[in-house]
C-alpha cells in the first residue's frame, strides 16, 4: 500500500501498519499485551513520536496505542471520515425572534485538526447550524465570523469590536445576540462587555463548550441551544453566560457577567456564579428566574455604548515573601493601574510598603482583591490593610479579580476617553474619577452582600455529603 493510506505515520508505527495491512481510517481490532482495542485508526500528528496509533474507540475518545504491546493487528474495514460540517442557509419563520450570533472562536466553534493532533477553530457560525438543526425551531439565526481565535488571544481591541458590533445590531432591531466564545477567558469578555454595553434592551448571551463538537460528550449543541432560546425568548436583558448547569444535560445556567468564573479545566458545569447565586436556569422552551431583580427586556433600542479599554493595566497575584520589585518593575514600565490579588481579608507583606508608596505618588490606581474569591477585602481590620489604605491601596469589595481587572482597565479608558473629549484632570482629579467608577457597581460586580447559598462548597467523604451527591450524579 502506499504512504497515502498512512498520514502521519513514519518509522516504527508506519511499519507496523504495513506489516498488518491496517490502513488510516480503517476499522481495526489490536490485540495487545493490555487487552484489545477496536475503533478507528486516526492519522497521526506530524509532530509526534513514531510509537503510538492514534484509535477513535466506541466512547468517542481518541487513544494512543503502544506498537510495543502490539501482538497483532486486523484490519475489519474502511471508511475515510470527513469531519468538514457543510455550512446552511438558515431558514426563515415569520413567528421566531431575530438573533444574532457573533463568532469568535473556540471549542464551540472548533474541529479536531488531524495533522497536529490540536483542536483549531475552524466552524464557521454558519457550519454550527450544519450541526445544530434545532435552532431553527427556536429563532431566526444570522451569523458572523468576527474572530477566529483561542480565547486566550482575546484582548482589549477584541472586547471594543465586539462592543460596537452589539451596539449596531441594538440599533438595527435584534431581538437577541449570542457570542461563541472559548471557555478559558469567558468571563473575562462577560466583565468587559457588561462595562462597554450597560443596559442593554435585549438579552446578550456569551456561550463556549468545554469538548469539542466531534467528540460525543461535547456539550456544544445543548448550549447553543439554550443560549439562542435565551437570547430570542427570554426577558432577562443583561451580558449573561450560558453554559451547562449540573454534569448532566438537564439544564444550563445564565450567570450574571461580572459575577461568573470558570472553576474546573475539564468538567462541563465549569462556570458558577461567585458569591450569589445565578440569574436564571434554561432548558428547551423555558427560563425559570432565580433571581428576582434583572434588567427586563425593552423594545427601544438605546444602549450606553462605553467601548474604552487602557491597556496599561496588571493584575498581580501576591505571594509569601514577594519582593517590592515586582511592583517597581509595573512603575517603571508606565502601567496606570494594578490589581493586586491579596491574602485573607486583603493583605500583602511589609516588604512591598516602598513601592506601594511610589505606587500613590506616581498617580498610580492600586485595588485589592481577594485570592478567596468568595467574600470581601476588609483592610480595617488589621494593621496592615490600614497601612496599605494609607499607601493608596484602595478595597475593591467583594469583586473577583479577573473583574476588578477588566474594570479598572476599562475605568482607565474611560477617563482617557474623556480627556479626548475635552474634560481636564489633575492627578488627583483623575485619581478619583478612575475610583469613582470603580466603585460604583454597573451590574453585581460588588454587592451589599452575599447570600448565604452565594458559597457552597462540599467536601466528599462525610455522610451527608455522599448521599446528597448519590442523588444527582448520573
Not at 489604605?389 to 476588578?404: R, S, Y
Not at 476599562?410 to 482629579?429: A, D, M, N, P, Y
Not at 460586580?445 to 447559598?453: A, D, H
Request: net charge neutral.
Amino acid at each position: 500500500m502506499s504512504n497515502d493510506f498512512f498520514q502521519g505515520y513514519k518509522g516504527h508505527a508506519l511499519e507496523i501498519l504495513k506489516k498488518y495491512n491496517v490502513r488510516v481510517w480503517g476499522q481495526a481490532e489490536i490485540d495487545t499485551s493490555r487487552g484489545l482495542f477496536i475503533g478507528t485508526v486516526l492519522p497521526r500528528s506530524e509532530n509526534d513520536d513514531d510509537l503510538h496509533i492514534v484509535m477513535k474507540v466506541a466512547t468517542g475518545y481518541n487513544i494512543g496505542i503502544d506498537i510495543r504491546t502490539i501482538h497483532k493487528m486486523k484490519e475489519t474495514g474502511y471508511k475515510k471520515a470527513n469531519y468538514k460540517i457543510p455550512e446552511k442557509e438558515f431558514p426563515f419563520s415569520d413567528n421566531l425572534p431575530f438573533v444574532k450570533l457573533f463568532g469568535t472562536g473556540g471549542t464551540i466553534a472548533s474541529r479536531l485538526d488531524y495533522r497536529t493532533g490540536a483542536v483549531i477553530p475552524a466552524f464557521s457560525p454558519g457550519e454550527l447550524y450544519g450541526a445544530v438543526p434545532e435552532l431553527a425551531d427556536i429563532c431566526n439565526l444570522s451569523t458572523e465570523k468576527v474572530f477566529a481565535v483561542f480565547s486566550e488571544n482575546m484582548g482589549p481591541d477584541q472586547y471594543k469590536q465586539l462592543a460596537i458590533r452589539i451596539g449596531k445590531e441594538i440599533e438595527n432591531g435584534i431581538d437577541g445576540i449570542v457570542i461563541g466564545h472559548g471557555t478559558d477567558t469567558l468571563h473575562h469578555t462577560a466583565a468587559a462587555l457588561s462595562f462597554m454595553v450597560q443596559n442593554p434592551p435585549v438579552p446578550i448571551v456569551l456561550v463556549g463548550s468545554q469538548r469539542s463538537s466531534d467528540r460525543p460528550s461535547s456539550d456544544a449543541a445543548l448550549n447553543l441551544i439554550h443560549a439562542n432560546y435565551a437570547a430570542g425568548h427570554g426577558d432577562i436583558a443583561e451580558v449573561m453566560v450560558c453554559m451547562f448547569g449540573p454534569t448532566s444535560d438537564e439544564y444550563g445556567f445564565l450567570h450574571r457577567g461580572t459575577r461568573v468564573r470558570k472553576m474546573h479545566s475539564s468538567y462541563r458545569s465549569t462556570f458558577r456564579t461567585i458569591g450569589d447565586t445565578p440569574v436564571a436556569t434554561v432548558k428547551r422552551g423555558e427560563i425559570k428566574p432565580i433571581k428576582q431583580q434583572y434588567n427586563h427586556r425593552r423594545k427601544d433600542k438605546s444602549v450606553k455604548l462605553q467601548p474604552y479599554f487602557s491597556e496599561k493595566v496588571t493584575m498581580v497575584y501576591y505571594y509569601p515573601h514577594m519582593k517590592a520589585d515586582v511592583i517597581d518593575s509595573l512603575i517603571d514600565l508606565g502601567y496606570e493601574g494594578i490589581v493586586i490579588v491579596g491574602t485573607g481579608l486583603g493583605h500583602v507583606n511589609k516588604e512591598l510598603y516602598p513601592a506601594l508608596e511610589r505606587a500613590k505618588a506616581k498617580g498610580i490606581s492600586v485595588y485589592m482583591t481577594l485570592q478567596t474569591i468568595w467574600g470581601y477585602v476588609h483592610m480595617f481590620v488589621y494593621d496592615t490593610g490600614r497601612d496599605m489604605m494609607a499607601k493608596g491601596v484602595i478595597p475593591a469589595g467583594n469583586m473577583l479579580p479577573e473583574v476588578a481587572f477588566v474594570k479598572l482597565g476599562w475605568s482607565l479608558g474611560v477617563v482617557e476617553e474623556e480627556i479626548r473629549q475635552g474634560e481636564s484632570f489633575t492627578s488627583e482629579e483623575k485619581h478619583a474619577r478612575v475610583k469613582e467608577l470603580m466603585l460604583t457597581p454597573i451590574n453585581d460586580e460588588i454587592t451589599e452582600r452575599e447570600p448565604y447559598n452565594g458559597y457552597l462548597v462540599y467536601q466528599g467523604g462525610v455522610d451527608e455529603v455522599e448521599d446528597f451527591v448519590r442523588k444527582f450524579r448520573k
